[in-house]
């Protein structure tokens, strides 16, 4: 089983230099990728997240990519809905060309329906935008020239040419437990759940592997740690391994940067003898 380790680029936490050393760190560590999430725009009374600070994922991880040589990079998650798919796939191409093909695409519809608001994009319609915009990007991204006939989101791509392609194919895991979620997952690269038990984890793994047993079918798991417990996560991360986990992402919880460089360093010690 791989880990990777979130970056500190939400909270007071973040900020360039702190970006910079812990993508540093987690490839000296051996961890298997670096991550970033994303929120644009956030209600002010907003109970979660609780910082409104949120550097580009995008941009997180090309910062990221400077300054390392192989570790993975992932994003947990873009919520693809809000967002046109066109600026975006050309964003997402040329990280893949500049980290020389490192990158996942970790990709979820979004439930924040302010932020939705903010940005101009129609909630109710997302699971739509979502599929057509994956749709899109992978045209772009593999055809030359490329047409598109889009129905859901405004574009009109006929003839067109979009470079540079992707150096290797993007992975593409979906985030999220609900049924739409898991079936878009199934049609694609990858499931990318969140904040699951092994326990809770373990029944939904078993669907998946039942419809996609090929290898090429990644099950990823993203989980919190607060710090307290080396041994306990360490038991943990072994109880995903026996559920079926191919994939966990750890996102440590400390606030200052200090401590959240030391916790890294505990969760990779925790890590020892899983990761191969």
Same mark, same amino acid.
């Not at 990158?103 to 329906?113: N, Q, T, Y």
């Not at 969140?194 to 798991?221: K, M, N, T, V, Y």
């Not at 989980?223 to 991360?237: N, V």
């Given at each position: ?30 961890? %298997? ?6 929120? &644009?725009? &956030? ?16 941009? @997180? ?12 990079? *992932? @994003? ?24 020389? *093909? ?8 979004? +439930? ?34 490329? %047409?598109?006939? %889009? ?25 999220? %437990? ?11 690269? *990858? ?17 998946? !592997?039942?419809? !996609? ?11 919190? +740690? ?39 360093? +505990? ?10």
């Amino acid at each position: 089983m791989r880990v990777g380790i979130h970056l500190p680029h939400i909270g007071r936490k973040a900020g360039p230099e702190a970006i910079r050393r812990a993508a540093i760190q987690a490839e000296e560590l051996g961890f %298997s990728d670096a991550w970033s999430s994303e929120h &644009i725009i &956030i209600p002010k009374a907003a109970p979660y997240p609780p910082s409104a600070l949120f550097y580009d994922p995008v941009l @997180t991880l090309t910062w990221a990519a400077a300054y390392t040589k192989k570790i993975g990079l *992932g @994003t947990s998650v873009l919520v693809l809905p809000m967002r046109h798919p066109l600026p975006l796939a050309k964003e997402l191409a040329t990280l893949q060309c500049l980290s020389e *093909g490192r990158l996942i695409l970790g990709a979820g519809v979004g +439930w924040m329906e302010a932020e939705f608001a903010a940005l101009g994009a129609p909630f109710r319609e997302r699971g739509r935008r979502m599929d057509e915009g994956i749709a899109m990007m992978r045209a772009v991204w593999g055809e030359d020239p490329v %047409s598109f006939p %889009s129905r859901h989101i405004p574009a009109v791509i006929e003839d067109m040419r979009m470079l540079p392609q992707p150096v290797k194919p993007i992975p593409i895991w979906i985030g999220g %437990s609900s049924e739409a979620a898991l079936a878009r997952a199934l049609r694609l690269d *990858g499931w990318h759940g969140s904040r699951l038990s092994p326990q809770e984890a373990a029944p939904i793994i078993r669907r998946l !592997r039942e419809q !996609r047993s090929d290898p090429g079918f990644a099950i990823s798991l993203r989980c919190g +740690w607060d710090g307290k417990d080396e041994g306990a996560l360490g038991a943990r991360l072994a109880a995903y391994g026996e559920a079926g986990v191919d994939h966990v992402l750890v996102e440590p919880a400390e606030r200052a940067l200090e401590d959240w460089l030391r916790a890294v360093e +505990w969760i990779a010690r925790a890590a020892e003898g899983i990761q191969p």
